[in-house]
C-alpha cells in the first residue's frame, strides 16, 4: 500500500499501486499511476452498473431457484439452509466487437450415391458466413478463480462446450431470472459514470488487467466461439477466417452476489450423505442465477449407492456366516456393485478435476 494525492481531489489516500488502475474512495476518480515518473493520468472511461439487491432478497432468491429445481417444492425451507450471502462489483474490460467470420467445410450427403463410387463423393463442399455484435466482458482481475464461477459465464444458446471465460454482457445479464426484470432497460444502457455509491454497500475490487490484454482476450474468445459455431454447420471443417473489428473498450463494473447453500435431506439419504456446501451466483442488475451446483450430483449419488451396497453386503457376508452359505453368493453380488459405484464415482472426480481451468501464477515482482 503507498500513500498518493488523488489528480482530481488532491486527498491522500491509500492505494495498492499494483492494480493498474486506481479509484479515489473520496470522489471516485479513476487514475492511472506511473511508476517510473509518478505522473498521475485520470482515466475517464470508467462505469458502473448499480447493484440492486440485498441479502435478503438474494436469500429468497436461491431458496426460490431451489424450490423449482425440487419436486416436493415445500421441503425446501426444511431441507436447504443457506450458509453465507456476499457481494462483489468486479471490473471488466466491455469490449465492443464486430465479428464477421467465413467458413468452409465438407457435410455429409443425405442419400448416399452408387457404393462403387470413389471416395469422398459422400461429401459435398458447402461454404458460408456470418456477422455478429457482441459486448464481450473481459475480467479485470488477473486470477479468474479468486471467486465461484467466474470461468464460464458464457452459455450460448447453441450446443458448444465453452472454453473461455469471457462472456456477452447483454445475454447474461438478461438470463436466469426467477422475477420479471424491473426495467426494459438493459444493464450496459442503464451504467453509470463509476463512483463508489452505485455499488450500494458491495466491495468494489481492484483492476489488474490493462486494456490491451484485454482486448487480446476479447479477439480470442470470440474467435473460439465463432469457430465452434462454424464447426456446427459441417462434418470437417476445411477453411476458418475471422476478423474482429473493435468498435470501443469501457471499463465496467458489475455487481454479483454470491450464495453459499447446504442440503440436509429428511430422509434414510440423510444417514448416508454428508452435507457439503454449494454455490449459487446472481448478478445484481436483474437478480437472474448465472449459475448454481445442484444439491446432489450424480456423483455423490453414486457414492451413496456404494455405502448402501457395502453396509448391506457386510450384513449378507454375517448371515452367511451364521445361517446359510447362499447368502455368500449375494453378498459377493453387492461388492462387486459397491466397487463398480466407487470406480464410477472415483473416475468422474479425475476427470471433473481435469476439465477445472489451470491458473497460471506469475510471481508479482
Ligand atoms: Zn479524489
Redesign the pocket.
Known amino acids: 500500500m503507498y500513500e498518493l494525492a ?1 489528480p ?2 488532491n ?1 491522500p489516500s491509500q492505494y495498492d499501486i499494483s492494480d493498474y488502475l486506481l479509484m ?1 474512495p ?2 471516485s ?1 479513476t487514475f492511472r499511476l506511473d511508476k517510473e515518473s509518478g505522473q498521475k493520468e485520470i482515466f475517464n472511461d470508467h462505469y458502473i452498473i448499480a447493484n440492486t439487491s440485498n441479502p435478503v432478497q438474494v436469500k429468497s432468491l436461491v431458496l426460490e431457484w431451489l424450490a423449482r429445481l425440487n419436486h416436493k417444492p415445500n421441503a425446501t425451507a426444511k431441507e436447504y439452509f443457506i450458509t453465507n450471502i456476499s457481494g462483489l462489483s468486479r471490473p471488466y474490460w466491455v469490449v465492443s466487437l464486430e465479428v464477421y467470420t467465413v467458413w468452409k467445410g465438407l457435410v455429409q450427403r443425405q442419400h448416399r450415391v452408387r457404393l462403387d463410387s470413389y471416395p469422398g463423393t459422400d461429401y459435398l463442399i458447402e461454404h458460408g458466413q456470418f456477422k455478429r455484435n457482441y459486448r464481450w466482458a473481459i475480467s479485470g482481475r488477473n486470477n479468474i478463480c479468486e471467486s465461484w464461477g467466474m470461468t464460464r459465464l458464457h452459455e450460448p444458446k447453441e450446443p458448444i462446450e465453452v472454453a473461455w471465460d469471457g462472456f456477452p454482457l447483454d445475454s447474461t445479464f438478461s438470463r436466469g431470472q426467477l422475477q420479471e426484470p424491473k426495467t426494459e432497460k438493459s444493464a450496459y444502457d442503464s451504467r453509470e459514470f463509476f463512483e463508489f455509491k452505485f455499488s450500494n454497500g458491495l466491495a468494489i475490487i481492484g483492476v489488474q488487467v490493462d486494456e490491451d490484454e484485454a482486448l487480446r482476450r476479447a479477439r480470442l474468445h470470440v474467435e473460439q466461439y465463432h469457430l465452434e459455431l462454424s464447426k456446427l454447420n459441417v462434418d470437417y471443417l476445411t477453411d476458418f477466417r475471422t476478423e474482429v473489428e473493435v468498435a470501443g473498450v469501457q471499463l465496467v463494473h458489475l455487481p454479483f452476489w454470491y450464495a453459499t447453500y447446504v442440503y440436509r435431506p429428511r430422509t434414510i439419504l440423510r444417514h448416508f450423505y454428508r452435507p457439503k456446501e454449494k454455490n449459487v451466483i446472481l448478478e445484481g442488475y436483474n437478480n437472474g442465477v448465472l449459475a448454481g451446483e445442484l444439491p446432489i450430483r450424480h456423483k455423490d449419488k453414486l457414492w451413496v449407492n456404494a455405502l448402501i451396497c457395502g453396509a448391506a453386503s457386510v450384513i449378507l457376508f454375517l448371515l452367511g456366516l451364521a445361517w446359510h452359505s447362499a447368502f455368500f453368493v449375494v453378498a459377493l453380488f453387492g461388492v462387486i456393485v459397491t466397487a463398480a459405484s466407487a470406480y464410477v464415482a472415483l473416475t468422474r472426480a479425475a476427470e471433473a478435476n481435469e476439465q477445472a481451468p489451470v491458473v497460471e501464477r506469475t510471481a508479482q515482482a
Open positions: 488523488c482530481a481531489c486527498s479515489c473520496f470522489c476518480a
